[in-house]
Structures are given as C-alpha cells and as structure tokens.
C-alpha cells in the first residue's frame, strides 16, 4: 500500500485516523493500514463526483465504483478515492468539518449551527 500513498491520504495507525503531512510519515516504516471507504467518509469529504471530466461514479448504499468506458473498478479505501479524485481533477479531496459552535457554555458542549442548537444567538 506505501506505494499508493501521498501526502494528504487519510490512513489508520496506532494512533488512530491520521492524514499524512510529511514524506517521513510514508517512507520511516510506520505501520499505517488503509481505512475503508464508508458513507460517514463520504459524507466527511462531502462527496459530490466531478463533473463533465468523461469518467462517471456509480454509488450504491455500501460501495463506489469508478467508471470510465467499459473500466469498471470498486474504490474500497479511502486514499484511493483521494487519490483518483486528484488524478482526475487536479484538487485534493478534502474533509469538511463542521463548524463549531461560538458559543459553547461548558466543555465539550458543542453544536454543528444547525437548526436545533439550543445555544442564544447561535445563528
């Protein structure tokens, strides 16, 4: 798998979900293990396929598959969504995380600024 890995890949180590930042990380013999690929990451990355770039994704409720022509091939981990989204687009696929709350009155109190914060002047 290292060598599918770039610098920006979500990947699982001891130390939980990290997203590589340094060609160390990768080359140092660090265990990392791939993360499979999961509704909760794509709606993480906000999935929404490129457009009018002449390939298309077919998504069902459990997989996602890449399809170019007659080339048909299941996407299972995450990096190499990530991967393949920038070969096509040439932008990095990022995490979207949802913005926290300003007004937070006890510690690990928080919100996502949706409709049901109970927190005064939230919106």
């Known amino acids: 798998m290292k060598t599918e890995l770039r610098i920006g890949n979500w990947v699982k180590t001891i130390e939980g979900e990290i997203q590589i930042q340094n060609g160390w990380e990768i080359d140092e013999g660090n265990e990392t ?22 390939v298309s994704f077919s998504l069902t409720t459990d997989e996602i598959h890449f399809v170019a022509g007659n080339y048909y091939k299941k996407i299972e981990y995450v990096h190499q969504l990530q991967n393949l989204y920038f070969a096509l687009t040439g932008e990095e696929l ?28 939230c919106k």
């Open 33 to 54: 293990h791939p993360i499979p690929l999961t509704e909760e990451w794509l709606e993480r990355f906000n999935w929404n396929p490129p457009k009018d770039i002449g």
């Open 94 to 121: 990022t995490v979207k995380e949802p913005k926290k709350c300003k007004y937070v009155k006890r510690e690990g109190e928080s919100c996502t600024l949706n409709d049901n914060c109970t927190y005064p002047n």
